[in-house]
């Protein structure tokens, strides 16, 4: 499992961060699970490998997910399975964790010391954040001082003082860029972890003894994520929770689209869904994560940013994400939005505000709000038998619009 | 005693403020600081300044000492500031006239600068065979004929109140109801008397030619920031637009890709992605509507954009630094649409195709110099008027898998031993050399360093500005039209 080291300013933070990157692009090297050879024997094609034609030397780990219903994902619960789904193109997401499934890298941490400094992302953004609440606390105080102390100069004095800066220059109220965290914050900080260490101490020379901790997290695919692994790669099973036995891709795709629908039971159904439609939730997010996967992007959840998926350029990992894509469905046919049960959302053009809203918050974060439009065929148009295999994917499509704001007055040149 | 305050402070615009100011909204946004404007004795033109310093919230007991006389001082120089008389030089005013039967103002004396960029010129004339009123633009202008028609200069509404509002228009409206607007009187014998309000300007004109309270904001907003604005649809046959561009001849969906990304995609191991890419995408892909034929695809303006739809270009935006002709405008550097933003929602997408559809696509802009690299990077930064089909763009390779019939190929043709399957493609392609020569050959220059794909990516082909306009408040918007098939990361 990586660790990720705090960025700090030594000067050694230049070598560590190479010896960083070398070791993540090692670890991440593989976009995708299955593992296609080196040239120059050319790459086994989708075709044969839907026709059953073994080719050689495809590296194909054949992992293995329950699918799960009420959460709507598929659970791939061996560790090693998950590791791999994570580290080779950025599948999934750990349930107990940020991102990537390190709850046991967590917990041995916490029974450890952490002197080394090997923390996980969580706590990383822990002491992070824990920072940056004192760093507010030591600015509203600073504030405060220096508006009282500017008070009692105008009330005695008549004079008014500036507020930030002191009469040599320098900044009364600090700024983010500037402050550090005082030794006693580290100490503060350093307190927690190391509290439980007392009771540690006189079991340090049994630690091979102790009880190893059970891991309890699995990775969570979404069924999309699930879908493309499954039906495109063909590097992963998906297992019936009643029955524990694998299910069929006939089944696969029937059960995802009566996951939308909803039914009283928990069990998946298995049978084609009474009345297939085009405007299947699962089918047009399936969509776009098709489309954005076959072009090479890591694509990935987007709801902190007020968005549907989030692109990264080769991973989370590596750096931030650059596009925020919103999902909108368009009908070609006005009666189906009318007839459907689903009520898609975003699929009608919103308003103003909302727009506003979502790109400001995309702007903040330097991403690029993208509004990918989907078509959904008409029924009238084209018959719903198509929707009994995944060729009807052939009927939709996907197109691009991207929005971002418009000021004028920076626009002159 | 508040020297403080009035010099403005050496040491506040940092780096980081910098910074921060480009996050956010920066100066349009946000209030003047009053009191360091210049008084008003001043000729000067005011430099807006940044912004003071701003408490978050009051001291307790309602404020303090301190903060309520800062207050004070603010809100007087404010209101001094805005009491101060504005006056313009008498020999810069221009007269005009307005006919309200024909919606224009007739401008008698032009003086000033702003002339070179409003206004156009009209025959108009009072001859004893038309009808008064007739606009006889159909007549040549510079034929010589028995009655030569005088060319008079004349303004749109908006071009109207904007200058009444700055004071270098005095505008007369007739009194005589029966005024011709062909007569070639001067203001004093139309109306005597004081030129029109600005408040009267606004009555009159608001409403006239399309001109709506929304589309004036947006005008007058940009022209103060020093744009030049012209209409793109003419109200008449007078009035001087961009030659339109030439509607771009519908692009193959399969554009020929460069040797060398056939060549690179041979030996990438990674063609699985390639495979993948079945679902139909882009712009190009026909868009149905049950309202429309099934068999015309590609929606044309007029049928999409009819009367119903308030998305139509209202604004051609021409930066300041473009050299601007009246007589022939260049190619516009913004399109702008003017919505309501509460009566009107965000354009659907049919409302955008059927606005993509009528612009051209705009070259990439040149990515920030970096010494030595700018000229292997730089795209061609010729606007792409004149050729629309040279997608300056096509540089990336285009997929040809937007329906399910390439991938079967491709993977037959990967099937086969390779030095046949290059030595095809090779020769597959040199036809296309000749066909497309100017294009093609400057490609493989460019794919070793291909342009960074982000600066596409999130610029898009073809910007259209949609100002959307909330009581006053004007939020702009561009959308662009995105290229993801074209610039795939795998």
Not at chain 1, 303 to 324: M, Q, T, V
Not at chain 2, 292 to 321: G, N
């Amino acid at each position: 499992m990586s660790q990720v080291q705090p960025p700090s300013r030594s000067k050694k933070f230049s070598q560590k961060f190479s010896a960083r990157r070398a070791e993540n692009n090692l670890i991440y090297a593989n976009p995708l699970p299955v593992i296609f050879p080196s040239p120059p024997p050319p790459p086994p094609s989708l075709l044969h490998r839907l026709l059953g034609i073994s080719v050689s030397h495809v590296e194909n780990p054949h992992c293995e997910g329950v699918l799960d219903l009420s959460t709507r994902s598929v659970w791939v619960l061996g560790m090693g399975d998950a590791m791999l789904l994570w580290q080779r193109g950025f599948f999934g997401k750990g349930d107990l964790s940020r991102s990537e499934p390190s709850w046991l890298a967590r917990q041995v941490n916490a029974r450890k010391q952490a002197k080394k400094g090997g923390l996980t992302s969580e706590e990383v953004t822990a002491k992070r954040r824990a920072e940056r609440k004192q760093f507010k606390l030591d600015r509203a105080k600073a504030m405060a001082a220096a508006a009282a102390e500017a008070e009692v100069a105008f009330q005695e004095q008549g004079r008014v003082i500036s507020t930030t800066y002191a009469p040599d220059g320098t900044r009364i109220i600090p700024s983010a860029a500037t402050w550090k965290p005082t030794r006693t914050q580290e100490a503060q900080t350093g307190e927690p972890a190391s509290s439980p260490k007392p009771e540690d101490t006189d079991d340090d020379e049994d630690d091979d003894e102790e009880e190893p901790i059970q891991n309890i997290e699995h990775l969570q695919l979404t069924l999309q994520e699930a879908f493309f692994l499954l039906w495109n790669l063909d590097c992963l099973s998906v297992l019936n929770p009643d029955t524990d036995t694998p299910l069929t891709l006939s089944q696969i795709w029937h059960a995802f689209q009566n996951a939308y629908i909803p039914s009283p039971t928990l069990s998946p159904s298995l049978n084609a869904p009474h009345s297939p439609r085009f405007d299947n939730p699962f089918l047009i997010n399936y969509i776009v994560y098709h489309h954005y996967r076959s072009l090479g992007w890591v694509v990935k959840n987007g709801i902190k940013f007020c968005a549907d998926y989030l692109l990264y350029k080769r991973g989370p990992i590596f750096s931030h994400a650059e596009f925020a894509i919103v999902v909108c469905p368009v009908y070609e046919d006005p009666a189906d939005q009318e007839s459907s049960p689903f009520n898609l959302q975003n699929a009608s053009p919103f308003s103003w505000s909302w727009l506003s809203t979502i790109n400001r918050v995309n702007a903040q974060v330097q991403k690029t709000l993208i509004l990918s439009y989907v078509t959904i065929p008409a029924r009238s148009r084209i018959s719903e038998d198509v929707l009994s295999s995944p060729a009807c994917f052939a009927h939709y499509s996907v197109r691009e619009v991207v929005v971002r704001r418009f000021i004028p007055a920076r626009m002159r040149d | 005693m508040d020297d403080v305050l009035e010099r403005p402070s050496p040491q506040q615009p940092s780096s980081k403020d910098h910074n921060e100011e480009d996050q956010s909204s920066g100066d349009e946004d946000g209030g003047l600081d009053w009191t360091k404007l210049p008084g008003p004795g001043t000729t000067a033109r005011p430099v807006i300044p940044k912004r003071g310093e701003k408490d978050f919230e009051p001291t307790q007991e309602g404020g303090s000492g301190l903060q309520l006389h800062v207050l004070d001082r603010a809100r007087g120089a404010m209101v001094e500031a805005l009491r101060a008389g504005r006056s313009i030089s008498s020999k810069s005013i221009s007269y005009g006239i307005w006919y309200p039967s024909i919606d224009r103002v007739h401008v008698t004396t032009a003086r000033g600068i702003h002339f070179s960029t409003m206004g156009h010129s009209v025959a108009r004339g009072v001859s004893s065979s038309d009808n008064p009123g007739d606009n006889e633009a159909d007549r040549p202008l510079n034929h010589i004929s028995g009655s030569k028609l005088p060319k008079r200069l004349e303004l749109l509404p908006e071009e109207a109140i904007y200058l009444v509002e700055r004071g270098a228009l005095f505008c007369y409206k007739p009194i005589a109801q029966e005024s011709i607007p062909g007569d070639s009187l001067s203001p004093e014998e139309i109306s005597p008397g004081s030129p029109m309000s600005v408040q009267q300007a606004f009555a009159e004109m608001i409403g006239r030619e399309g001109m709506t309270l929304e589309r004036y904001q947006v005008y007058a907003y940009l022209k103060r920031l020093g744009f030049v604005l012209t209409r793109a649809d003419p109200p008449t046959i007078d009035y001087p637009v961009a030659a339109p561009p030439s509607l771009p001849i519908t692009r193959s969906l399969d554009q020929p890709r460069t040797v060398w990304h056939r060549l690179a995609a041979l030996f990438s191991r990674l063609d699985v992605f390639k495979a993948l890419r079945f679902i139909p995408c882009g712009h190009l892909v026909p868009l149905h509507k049950s309202s429309l034929s099934e068999t015309r695809s590609i929606p044309s303006p007029e049928s999409v954009a009819s009367a119903s739809s308030p998305y139509k270009v209202f604004f051609h935006v021409y930066k300041p630094s473009t050299p601007f002709r009246k007589t022939a405008p260049p190619a516009p550097d913004f399109y702008v649409v003017v919505v309501n933003a509460r009566t009107t929602a965000m354009p659907s997408l049919h409302e955008l195709t059927s606005l993509f559809y009528v612009l051209p696509e705009m070259p990439l802009p040149p990515p920030r110099k970096r010494g030595i690299q700018a000229s292997t990077k730089k795209p061609n930064n010729v606007p792409t008027v004149k050729s629309p089909s040279s997608n300056v763009l096509g540089q990336a390779s285009h997929d040809s898998s937007r329906t399910a019939h390439p991938p079967i190929q491709s993977s037959s043709q990967s099937a086969q031993p390779q030095s046949p399957t290059l030595f095809q493609h090779l020769t597959s392609f040199i036809p296309l050399f000749r066909t497309t020569a100017p294009k093609q050959i400057t490609t493989p220059t460019f794919v070793p360093n291909r342009p960074n794909p982000f600066l596409a990516l999130k610029t898009g082909t073809k910007t259209i500005v949609v100002a959307a306009v909330d009581s006053g408040s004007i939020s702009f918007f561009r959308f662009g039209e995105g290229v993801f098939e074209e610039w795939p990361m795998a």
